[in-house]
């Protein structure tokens, strides 16, 4: 039976939540208002919740390089996919190793944390990618640097392995006679869903919103990701917005310069935000139980 003081404490707790998710969403929709406000609008009365003018001109503007961002979508789709699905299999069997009692185990931890730590500094990290591994101008430039293995999610899974699978089960799948893959594969995966998606999820994020990896190995304009792209976009408006002003034959109030960033903004994040919802109640699960020390 729950009691009145715990009744208006669940209330409380509710408005504090709404309150919280509300002060969440207004500034995404701010800004895909203000993504179709009309420039002159924007520049004279500011952003409001409402447009005051309702225009496509900024959307209009960024589909001129529609061909470019199209691909750049595709490119960054297939990063996002393979990335995220290798980076799952590397970080889980990982995971699952230091979990078990074999040699170097330590060893193996101990590189593992050290990671989380230090890392080797961009200039060799740069020169090893490019001199020796050759990924410079290729698809593994968007896939592999920073991205592919992460320790924390590595420590994640681990201590998700350690506390939420029990020792019984395994025990008894091995009487059984299955091996350690076997187990892996029809035990642990099934069993792992709430930090699968947790970390699939959170590498997604990264691999989306990534720009630094083809900013620092990618010459080849056509293998740019959706956010080279929106940012080449974002660089462009600048430019042309600093030849207006200098009294050549360019009018400045043809760019939508503020509204077209907002609208930048709305094109790189709108994926995300439709899948977001769909791993939400597996991403809290995931993220309390894999932070538990194991």
Known sequence: MVGKSEKRIRLMAHIVMVILSIFAVLPFILLISASLTEEKAALNYGFNFIPKVFSLDAYRYIMRQRSMIFRAYAITIFTTAAGTAGGLILTSLLGYGLTKDIPGKRVLNFFVVFT???????????????????????????????LLVNAFNVMLMRNYFATSIPESLLESAKLDGAGETAIFRLIILPLSKP??????????????????????YLDDTSLYSIQNVLNAINNNITALTSIAGSGLSINKSDIPA???????????????????????????KGITIGAVKG
Request: charged letters at 5%.
């Open 195 to 216: 930090i699968m998606a947790t970390i699939g999820l959170m590498t997604a994020l990264g691999y989306w919103n990534n720009w630094t990896n083809g900013l620092y």
């Open 116 to 146: 989380m730590l230090f890392h080797g500094g961009l200039v060799p990290t740069y020169l090893i990618y490019t001199k020796y591994l050759h990924i410079a101008n290729t698809i593994w430039a968007l896939i592999v640097p920073s």
């Open 258 to 284: 503020l509204t077209a960033r907002m609208a930048i903004a709305v094109v790189g994040i709108l994926p995300m935000l439709c899948i977001y919802p769909f791993f939400q109640k597996y991403f809290v």
